[in-house]
């Protein structure tokens, strides 16, 4: 059974792990903290490191039964690998695949697979996961191989250390760049979603026009924070939604003037149409900056082509 709790103002400011202790007392603060690394408490309905600080009403969701009801035993689960390197490995996550077991979701994730290639893995919290994607977002994660090597990759994401871009196909079109500096939060009428609030945790990201297909456009955004669904939001609130995006684009919107045949396409699309195409940091030995890419799966690929067609 879940609980969730709103963190008060009074523990504002303070660490994941101490403020668990402190509303959650049957647990202790040494098996809460591992239920943390292990993803089996979440921040807002997000993965969190114990040492992430928390603020004024704050979700923070347990579910004490959840080491039984999921499974992170080793299954055959289909993803390619981009890189492989003796501390860490570069994943293209293909889309409708969640990262990791828990609540709705017990078995058949990214970490279960991770898991049956590298047995290894499960001595790394989360099998090395220390990022994450929503489920139909497709593209590069980055899986910690050792222990040294996770925690020097967190920090980097803690520091805003970590480039990421990603691939977006939406409906409108731009001209140039843009950046949207707006706070996100929890959704004040619907938990599962977040929005635009003043209230919300800052919330920075840029995005370049790419191409254009009239009215319809492939967008890169690079972001400085990783708030939950944070480019989906972002776009949506600029009137910018992504195609195939069930959240934030429920009504399926469709441009003025677009053909018939192109309408089925666009709401036949099985997915938000967005993809992480490249990540970047700095290499902790050698100071360098390391850059990978994802190129886009083929059915984004097919719907550009599907835009082409018609410009």
Excluded at 33 to 62: F, M, Q, Y
Excluded at 136 to 163: C, M
Aim: a positive charge.
């Amino acid at each position: 059974m879940e609980i969730v709790k709103k963190v008060s103002k009074e523990f504002s400011g303070m660490r994941l792990d101490k403020v668990s202790s402190m509303i959650f007392g049957d647990y202790s603060r040494t098996q809460l903290k591992k239920w943390i690394l292990e993803g089996r408490i979440l921040l807002n309905n997000e993965l969190a490191s114990p040492r992430e600080t928390v603020s004024t009403n704050d979700e923070i969701e347990i579910n004490p039964i959840s080491e039984i009801k999921t499974s992170w035993d080793p299954e055959d689960i289909n993803f390619d690998i981009i890189k492989e390197e003796k501390e860490y490995l570069i994943v293209n996550k293909p889309s409708n695949l969640i990262m990791h077991p828990g609540a709705g979701c017990n078995q058949g994730t990214l970490a279960n697979g991770l898991l049956f290639r590298y047995p290894e893995l499960k001595n790394i919290p989360r099998a090395g996961i220390v990022h994450r994607l929503d489920k139909d977002t497709s593209g590069i994660v980055l899986v910690a191989k050792t222990e040294k090597f996770r925690n020097y990759f967190v920090h980097l994401l803690q520091e805003r250390k970590v480039k990421k871009n990603y691939k977006a196909i939406v409906v409108g079109k731009i001209i140039g760049s843009f950046e949207i500096d707006e706070p996100i939060g929890r959704d004040i009428k619907n938990r599962t979603k977040m929005s635009v609030r003043p209230d919300g945790k800052e919330a920075y990201s840029f995005v370049k026009l790419e191409e254009s297909y009239q009215n319809y456009s492939l967008l890169d955004i690079s972001i400085k924070t990783g708030r939950t669904h944070q480019i989906r939001v972002h776009l949506s609130s600029k009137k910018l939604p992504i195609i195939g995006d069930k959240t934030y684009n429920p009504s399926k919107h469709i441009a003025k003037d677009t053909p018939n045949d192109l309408v089925d396409v666009i709401r036949n699309f099985p997915r938000q149409a967005l993809h992480s195409s490249q990540l970047s940091f700095e290499h902790p030995n050698s100071n360098e900056v390391l850059t990978f890419n994802a190129p886009m799966h083929e059915d984004m690929k097919n719907l550009i082509d599907s835009f082409k067609k018609h410009i």
